[in-house]
């Protein structure tokens, strides 16, 4: 159901009842009034008419016009008989009101004709009429029993019937131009709402309506989670993707180094080249988990390792890649015992020394372990950082200044530190511009 038809439905139900208890309490409130009220005015009235009956009884000046002025609600009809029960006077309603003289019935028994109204609401009261202990007669007077069915009743019922369907209609029409400006000013919001919510580019919207506006601020809430999640749903995508480009290195070094007769292939090689095609294949699955959104966050272990052995082998591997392009590669170490986790700090070391290749253009890239100290260092004599991008590098996708002539997605340096904070290890920089640049990881 629209919100159009809701607040006219609750509009419409609010108005009939409004006019049910309306005229309920008005009824209630009439009836009140009118019971009280002509009560007391029949009261005065009676005692008016039975004093004036009794001195023009007495006197001998009853006039039937007088009699007549005090026909007033409830009172229809006024008789005055003698003792004799004989009619002396009455208002002059006998013809369609009697059927017979009342006084006859009442006073003579069975051979007298009974006054009978015939509408069934009346009710005759009789009074007895005396002056100085002598019984002159008797006064009837006919009347309403309630006063709700009295003409003045009626009249102020239908008066307030007409008033209360005025006031109505009133009601409702302005009520009905309350609710079109109420609801065209929601139906505006509501579509201002919706095209903010599917423009990415518009602001956040203001709203007279609180829960407009709270409605747009969780919009708002919900689109920033969104645009967070798929930032760093892209970055662990070009992550994953920039690890894959590690082994694949290895694997074409290592074959061009077999090809050229530099490196030999014995089981070793073998056991190198399968090692990096099993790394490309995590690779692979990574990048699978990451586009359904089903990251893998598993614990990692560190075990106690000589990790020169890696060394050697990444060494090995990458030599013919930094000799074809005319550098050396050079490893110094003599034992490098620590506690790590393998893959996690091979991921690191392999861009440090990709970082390295891809900016020196000639020299060396050195890579030297200090067992006691427990740190690892790889220098380089290439294009070096500027001071002011010292602290940044190792933010993602961000690239220095002087290193934005050569291809990529500035995430080595990002993956770097994001496996060597798994592992525990810390990673300190210095360079100098244009001389050299060399990274320092303490365990």
Known sequence: ????????????????????????????SVDRYFNQTIDQTYQKNAESIKEYVTDGISQGYLHK??????????????????????????????????????????MSGASRTAFVFEASHMTTETIDLSADGEKLGMLAITRETSAVNTETSRLFRATLLSSGLISMAVV???????????????????????????????????????????IAASIESYRKLLAHKERVKKQKLDQVMHDTKTPLTVIKSQLMGIQDGLIPADSETVQSLL???????????????????QEKQQP??????????????????????????????????????????AEAL??????????????????QVSL?????????TIKDTGVGIAKDDLARIFEPYFRGGNARKWEGEGLGLSIVKEQ???IGAQISVRSELGVSTEFTIAF
Do not use: C, W
Request: proline letters at 1%.
């Open 65 to 106: 016009g007088t009699l007549v002025s005090y026909i007033e609600d409830p009172i229809y009809y006024i008789a005055v008989y003698d003792t004799s029960g004989a009619l002396l006077m009455d208002s002059d309603m006998t013809s369609n009101m009697m059927g017979g003289g009342m006084m006859n019935g009442m």
């Open 420 to 422: 060597l904070t798994l």
């Open 1 to 28: 159901m629209s919100i159009k038809r809701i607040l006219i439905l609750v509009l419409s139900m609010s108005v009939l009842l409004s006019v049910l208890v309306f005229a309920l309490v008005s009824s209630r």
């Open 275 to 293: 090692e990096s095609a099993e790394s490309l294949d995590a690779a692979l699955s990574d990048i699978s988990d990451v586009v359904e959104g």
């Open 346 to 363: 091979n991921k690191a070391v392999y861009n440090l020394l990709l970082n390295s290749y891809k900016y020196t253009e000639k020299g």
């Open 368 to 376: 030297t372990t200090d067992n006691r100290a427990k740190t690892l």
């Open 172 to 214: 409702i029409l302005l009520a009905g131009s309350v609710l079109f400006l109420v609801i065209r000013h929601i139906n505006r919001s509501v579509t201002d709402m919706v095209d903010y919510a599917t423009a990415d580019t518009r602001e956040r919207p203001a709203y007279r309506i609180s829960e407009m506006n709270a």
């Open 300 to 341: 990692v272990k560190l075990n106690k390792t000589d990790y020169s052995g890696e060394l050697r082998k990444m060494v090995k591997g990458l030599e013919p890649k930094f000799r074809a392009k005319g550098l050396k590669l050079t490893l110094e170490t003599q034992g490098f015992t620590i506690k790590t986790n």
